[in-house]
């Protein structure tokens, strides 16, 4: 059983930047492809990227597409989403998932919110 758990969640202005992180336990870390969602208010949860699991390939949403990067430090069993030029519509809960085959996991979210 993976155990995620996510923090860098908080208030930023538009244009700001915030990174999040995703600490995984319980699991072989290394063998994991690492994903990033959200969820806005009212709206369903969208992909916003994710990394596979030696951290060589990276996919982005077009919606976050030059703003976000997703990185991996398998040392430290540790996935980043850093978001740069955020956004309001950027608002929402962020939620990190692994998967290995037909396991899937996810954290409980970190919220941000993007306003002046």
């Known amino acids: 059983q993976v155990q995620l758990v996510e923090s860098g969640g908080g208030l930023a202005q538009p244009g700001g930047s915030l990174r999040l992180s995703c600490a995984a336990s319980?699991?072989?870390?290394?063998?994991?492809?690492m994903y990033w969602y959200r969820q806005a208010p009212k709206k369903e949860r969208e992909y916003v990227a994710s990394i596979d699991a030696e951290g060589g390939i990276t996919w982005y949403a077009n919606s976050v597409k030059g703003r976000f990067t997703i990185s991996r430090e398998n040392v430290n069993n540790t996935v980043y989403l850093q978001m740069n030029s955020l956004k309001p519509e950027d608002t929402a809960v962020y939620y990190c998932?692994?998967?290995?085959?037909?396991?899937?996991?996810w954290g409980q979210g970190t919220r941000v919110t993007v306003s002046s």
């Open positions: 998932n692994a998967r290995f085959f037909s396991h899937e996991y």
């Open positions: 319980g699991g072989t870390f290394n063998l994991l492809g």
